[in-house]
C-alpha cells in the first residue's frame, strides 16, 4: 500500500499555485480599500464576470455587459479594473486557488493511512471531493471549456493552470508505486480525469443524452463510479 509514503510530500509545503494565487487575490483586495471605497463592489463585480464569462466566454463577454448587471456604470468597473483582460485573469486566479486547495485537500485525505481493505473508502472519499468542488463552482467546467476553445483568453490564464498541472502531477509522481511511476503519464490522467467531470458538468443533459441515460441519479452514478474505478487505476489498486 502506496498511502503512508505521502506523509514526507505534505510536510513539504503548501502547492505554491496555491500561495501566488491567493497571494494575488488577496492584494487586489487590499488595493481596493486602499484606492478607493466599497470593496463590496468589486467583488460584485468579480462574481458578475465569472458568470458572464462561463456564459458567453471571453470574447462573448463585453465589461459594459458586466457593469450593466452589476448596476454601475463603465467607468466605475475600470476603477477597479482596468481592462476585461487584467479581470478575466482575476476570475481564473480565483478558480486555480480552490483548485490548488482541492488538491491540498486530497493530498491530506491519502496522507492517512487507510485500514487493510479500507483503500476503496478513501478512492470514493476523493472523488466524492472532485464532485463537490464542481457543484460548488458551478461555473468552473464552462469556464475550462472556453479557455480551451478561445485563442484571444488572456495567455497567463494557460500559464498559470499549467502550473499547477505540473505541481500537482509531480507531487503525485512521487506518491506512486516507482514501477507505475515509470509506466503511467501521470499528467494525461488528470487531465483525462478532469475532462470527463468539466463535460459532465458543462451539460450534464446533452452528456445524459450522449449515454442513453435519461435519469440523473442514474447519469451520475455512473460517471462517479468510472472516476473511482480512474483514481483506482491511477494507484494500481485494481
Not at 481596493?32 to 458572464?52: D, F, M, N
Amino acid at each position: 500500500m502506496i498511502f503512508p509514503s505521502i506523509n514526507r510530500l505534505i510536510a513539504n509545503g503548501p502547492l505554491d499555485v496555491l500561495c501566488s494565487s491567493s497571494s494575488m487575490v488577496s492584494g487586489m483586495k487590499k488595493n481596493s480599500k486602499a484606492h478607493g471605497p466599497q470593496p463590496a463592489t468589486k467583488e460584485r463585480i468579480l462574481q458578475v464576470a465569472e458568470e458572464l464569462f462561463a456564459q458567453k466566454g471571453f470574447e462573448g463577454t463585453r465589461t459594459r455587459d458586466i457593469a450593466e448587471q452589476v448596476g454601475i456604470n463603465i467607468s466605475t468597473l475600470h476603477f477597479h479594473w482596468k481592462s476585461k483582460e487584467e479581470l478575466y485573469a482575476a476570475v481564473y486566479q480565483n478558480l486555480l486557488a480552490q483548485r490548488a486547495k482541492l488538491a491540498e485537500e486530497v493530498f491530506a485525505l491519502l496522507a492517512q493511512p487507510p485500514a487493510a481493505g479500507r483503500w476503496r473508502e478513501t478512492v470514493q472519499t476523493v472523488v466524492d471531493k472532485m464532485f463537490t468542488f464542481f457543484r460548488v463552482h458551478q461555473h468552473a467546467a464552462r469556464l475550462d471549456s472556453y479557455r480551451i476553445l478561445e485563442a484571444t483568453a488572456p495567455r497567463v490564464t494557460l500559464q498559470q493552470g499549467q502550473s499547477l498541472l505540473m505541481t500537482v502531477a509531480e507531487r503525485l509522481r512521487r506518491l506512486l508505486p516507482a514501477d507505475v511511476a515509470r509506466r503511467l503519464d501521470v499528467e494525461l490522467t488528470i487531465l483525462t480525469l478532469n475532462a470527463l467531470l468539466r463535460e459532465y458538468f458543462t451539460n450534464p443533459a446533452i452528456f445524459g443524452r450522449l449515454l442513453g441515460e435519461r435519469s440523473k441519479e442514474v447519469l451520475e452514478t455512473r460517471v462517479e463510479r468510472y472516476a473511482q474505478q480512474s483514481v483506482a487505476r491511477l494507484f494500481d489498486l485494481m
